[in-house]
């Protein structure tokens, strides 16, 4: 059986599905590039956004009326959602909650390779491994298929129990479960051994890591401390958790990146305080202001980036508060901003609020903070025009090399050097533009 995976969304996603696939070719299904080939077809669904969750359904409708027999099983933040069963049950074979694809999916695959070889040959088929290995695993011991030999994503923690008004994680992911630290440790130091360049931890909230005595700041240090040579990242953090000893602990460790991602979301305190975000726009900057001078004190004259997630036209928000999100933007120079027009999600708080906001409105809020964040990107890339960066590379189009600086700015750099991709390498900054830079590598 050949199989192929489709993800929406976010790293989490992508990450679940590298444990979906290895569950797959564990029970020897074999991957293929087109989805119109594979007998098997995942669906790793996000419904942070209702656009997201249309093209679920379109793509599944389509499958389906194209090719009778794919199988399709459907998990992610959709699959234990009534409404969605409901719409999908005639079309979908298998819904299924990620925590439980391992032994699931395992099942659901042995059930329908019985079904297909006793109706093609009569007989049982044959296995060339015993499968019993994935059963009664939790999924966290899942070992991944990455993507790529270079870059991986860890999950420290799954779930959240923030419940910001206008998300559905909570919902669809239940609550925060942190994942032990010696397993965590020890999935890190079987990717440093392997050769992998940048190590990125994933969790709705990281920064509410806990084990025991072990929270996030203690687990970046002890990953920090393994010996070899690698970047560490981690995402997402939310404002309230980003306590003074995970600000000293990211700018001290010679690992974790110079990249700082603090979603604000709105930046009028009302606003904030409906989304039920639990800090107001003072702590934010705040923090911004922690977190800059720790920089310039434990890795002076470093650059790094700022990022943000903002959302624009959450129920109720007036123009004039707005325009303090777009204050924020003028105040703190980020490097990116991940905007979001507001959408309803089911069984959210913000499910029940007037979407009063209309959809032009919110297209030309989200287009007046573009515009402040393309000055704000570019003035920081000038920055980096004559000055030398380590770039991770990640591939290769048409004698172009493109690839990412500790600071995740894109960079692309022209060499007639081969097999660059999965190295961190010299380069020099020669121009900047508003999203990239353009830079040669040095000897
Ligand atoms: S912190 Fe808020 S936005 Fe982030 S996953 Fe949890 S509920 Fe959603």
């Known amino acids: 059986m050949r199989y192929f995976i489709k993800t929406f969304g ?15 070719e564990k029970n020897n299904l074999k991957p293929v590039e087109n989805i119109s080939k594979a007998d098997l077809a995942v669906f790793n669904t996000c419904g942070v956004r209702q656009m997201a969750e249309d093209r679920v359904y ?45 032994t699931a999916i395992t099942k659901f695959v042995i059930a329908n390779e019985v079904k297909q070889s006793r109706s093609k040959n009569n007989r049982l ?35 959240c129990n923030n419940f910001c008004a206008y998300c559905v994680v909570p919902h669809a992911r239940g609550r925060e479960i942190s994942r032990p630290a010696g397993e965590i440790i020890k999935e890190a130091k079987r990717l440093i051994k392997k050769g992998y360049k940048e190590i990125t931890l994933l969790g709705q909230n990281v920064n509410s890591y806990k084990d025991g005595n072990i929270n996030f700041p203690k687990l970046l240090k002890k990953i920090n401390n393994l010996p070899g040579k690698f970047w560490l ?14 600000i000293e602990t990211i ?21 904030l305080k409906i989304m039920n975000r639990k800090y107001d726009a003072k702590h934010y900057l705040k923090l911004i202001k922690k977190i800059e001078l720790a920089f310039e004190k434990y890795k002076p004259g470093i650059i790094y980036s700022l990022t943000s997630d903002i959302i624009v036209g959450f129920p109720g928000e007036t123009k004039n508060q707005f325009l303090k999100s777009a204050g924020i933007m003028e105040k703190v120079p980020y490097d990116m901003v991940y905007f979001g027009q507001y959408s309803p999600r089911p069984n959210t708080i913000a499910w029940k609020m007037k979407d009063n906001v209309s959809k032009k409105e919110k297209v030309r809020r989200e287009k007046y903070l573009n515009e402040i964040l393309k000055k704000t990107a570019f003035a920081n890339n000038k920055e980096y025009v004559g000055k030398v960066f380590d770039v991770l590379i990640e591939k290769r189009k048409d004698g172009v090399y493109f690839g990412k600086t ?14 660059l991709v999965g190295k961190v390498v010299k380069v020099k900054i020669i121009k900047a533009n508003i999203w990239n830079l353009a830079g040669t590598m040095i000897k």
């Not at 793509?59 to 069963?85: A, E, F, M, W, Y």
């Not at 015993?130 to 939790?138: A, Q």
């Not at 690992?255 to 009028?268: F, N, R, S, T």
């Open 10 to 24: 976010c790293q989490m996603n992508y990450s679940d599905s590298e444990r979906i696939a290895s569950v797959l």
């Open 58 to 102: 379109g793509q599944v409708h389509n499958l389906r009326k194209n090719n009778p027999n794919i199988k399709i099983i459907l998990t992610g933040c959709l699959s234990n959602r009534k409404d969605v069963r409901r719409i999908l049950e005639n079309k979908v074979d298998l819904f299924v909650e990620i925590k439980n694809v391992g």
């Open 125 to 159: 088929p044959r296995r060339s491994a015993p499968r019993n290995d994935i059963y009664n695993k939790d999924y966290f011991k899942i070992i991944p298929k990455h993507d790529n030999n270079f870059q991986a994503y860890v999950p420290i923690m799954t779930g």
């Open 233 to 246: 990242r981690f995402i997402s953090s939310h404002p309230k958790d980003m306590s003074d000893e995970l």
């Open 251 to 271: 700018a001290k460790s010679k690992k974790a990146c110079e990249y700082v991602h603090l979603p604000i979301q709105a930046g009028d305190d009302k606003v």
């Open 406 to 419: 500790r600071t995740l700015k894109n960079v692309k750099l022209p060499s007639k050097k081969k097999n």
